[in-house]
């Protein structure tokens, strides 16, 4: 074959151009740290590096963004607990130091004011949020757990339009029905000679005293979520709550709700009312114990349906808890229609999963608020009353001679007081011991809570460091897979450059040569 200077030009030319093209592609590698350029480089390295870049996308996002939102959000949690676990620790305190029957109504008052305040914080720390979402409010993340002061300003605002109101579903068990003891001592409200009221008007009989009609009695009662429930529709006619029993309506509930609390203790425990008295401003229906034991056992279940409309700062709101109906605006919203749980997961790893929120009702019970109620509207109420009662039979009887029978009369009605003091005092004593226990039961609650919260913490924590490991070992077969070897290349480079001198002098000297020279 005859090889003549133009297929020798050509050759040539070929072959500079396919070393330049390894040098631009070692030039290439150089600048961009990276084996390849475009899949066609290397097919096989380019699928591997898609696969490795999606391992390291996701390993930066679970361990970067997803774990470490967890663990914020794990951690606020965590701070709130042991704050609620403060509070109740001191509430535990100061109901220990209360339970002496031989304190003042003014000392007790003391000690109520900080329980109260205390009370208050620990529906507070309930409204934490973490970057604007409440930690404790389940999938209502924007809802706090309260009613704040600019809830109830916009109630008011929205009531000048149309009635505000929640209808409230609330089931009780047979184990909630809770009993009061309650000191009858209404035979000393007549003032002078008021035992004969007892006796329609014909005076104390022989051998009676006032003593005798000072009762202490045990009544039982569904003690609603809430107090100042509606006892009044819109147009102002009584209603009552719906009362269900396994199922089945119970019908027994006075018609006309009792617009006093001591008004319907009396008539239970006198037994004028036969059923069950509703009692608005304080959330309950009260039964007597013969009532109780006739109609409820073990195992019973109960619904009751009332409606609320009147709200403070500070109230819980029901969304959270009960299966309920907010109407604003003429507008109704229904809240918990299906039962489903409020956990908040995150995915913090490959098919992994861990739940970050602790739901309202593990810690947050609507008692705490209610025991605190029970002390104000009722024992501290019949303290009150019965230490006026004796401080005014004692004014009086400083004024009277000891032979005049009005003096006789008011020494009898001080034993009678004296004796329902002693009642009231032994049933705040017994309170407070039974809220020792009670308050030790809601840290149980908040103890659990703690434990759960710092377990998934824990889990967290061993998932971050495998993620944190998978992330490297993601990074460094990515390296492997995509990174080339620095000094390889440099060196493949240098050679390259010598490669293409050399080829331009050979080339150039050749192509100085051609036929005429040999002629």
Not at 35 to 62: E, F, G, M, W
Not at 226 to 233: E, F, I, L, Q, R
Not at 391 to 411: F, N, Q
Not at 466 to 493: H, P, S, Y
């Amino acid at each position: 074959m005859r090889m003549t200077n133009k297929i020798m030009r050509n050759n040539s030319l070929y072959n500079i151009n396919q070393n330049k093209i390894l040098e631009d592609k070692l030039t290439n590698q150089m600048t961009n740290q990276s084996k390849i350029v475009r899949p066609s480089d290397d097919p096989v390295v380019a699928i591997r590096a898609l696969r490795l870049r999606s391992n390291v996308s996701s390993a930066t996002q679970y361990h970067d963004k997803n774990a470490k939102d967890a663990d914020q959000w794990l951690t606020v949690t965590a701070d709130a607990l042991t704050t609620i676990d403060k509070v109740l620790k001191d509430l535990y305190e100061q109901a220990t130091g209360a339970a002496n029957k031989y304190l003042t109504s003014e000392d007790l008052s003391i000690i109520l004011e900080q329980m109260k305040s205390l009370t208050k914080e620990f529906y507070a720390s309930g409204n934490v949020d973490y970057a604007g979402r409440y930690v404790f409010s389940g999938f209502r993340t924007d809802t706090a757990i309260t009613f704040s002061a600019e809830d109830i300003a916009q109630m008011e605002r929205d009531r000048e339009k149309a009635p505000v109101f929640y209808d409230i579903q609330e089931d009780i068990g047979f184990e909630n029905i809770s009993t009061i003891s309650y000191t009858d001592f209404s035979v000393l409200a007549d003032g002078q000679n008021s035992l004969g009221a007892v006796n329609g008007g014909a005076g104390p009989q022989a051998g009676e005293s006032y003593e005798q009609y000072v009762t202490n009695n045990t009544l039982y009662r569904f003690r609603l979520s809430y107090d100042n429930v509606d006892g009044k529709d819109k147009d102002g006619n009584p209603v009552v709550p719906t009362l269900m029993k396994n199922g089945a309506a119970i019908t027994d509930i006075n018609a006309t709700p009792y617009d006093k609390a001591e008004d319907a203790y009396k008539a239970v425990a006198n037994g004028t009312e036969k059923g069950i008295a509703y009692i608005p401003s304080t959330g309950e229906l009260v039964f007597s114990e013969d009532y109780y034991k006739a109609n409820f056992k073990e195992g019973d279940n109960f619904q009751v349906a009332y409606t609320k409309s009147e709200w403070e700062e500070g109230d819980i709101n029901p969304v959270h808890y009960f299966k309920c109906t907010e109407t604003r605006n003429d507008k109704k919203i229904a809240y918990n229609t299906t039962e489903e749980d409020q956990d908040i997961y995150y995915d913090v790893g490959f098919n992994q999963k861990i739940q970050v929120n602790t739901v309202t009702d593990e810690v947050f019970t609507h008692n705490v608020q209610r025991d605190m109620d029970d002390f104000y509207q009722q024992s501290m109420k019949q303290l009150k009353d019965i230490e006026t009662k004796i401080s005014d039979i004692e004014t009086k009887l400083k004024d009277l001679p000891e032979d005049d029978p009005a003096y006789k009369d008011l020494a009898a009605q001080l034993e009678g007081a004296k004796k329902a003091d002693t009642y009231i005092r032994e049933n705040i004593q017994k309170k407070f011991e039974n809220q020792i226990t009670k308050y030790q039961k809601y840290r149980d609650d908040n103890d659990l809570a703690i434990t759960n919260n710092a377990t998934r913490g824990s889990r967290l924590d061993l998932i971050t460091e495998r993620l944190c490991n998978q992330k490297a070992t993601f990074k460094e077969l990515q390296t492997d897979n995509e990174g080339i070897d620095i000094t390889q290349v440099a060196v493949e480079l240098s050679s390259s450059e010598l490669t293409y001198q050399a080829a331009l002098m050979a080339t150039g000297k050749i192509m100085q040569t051609n036929l005429m020279n040999y002629i």
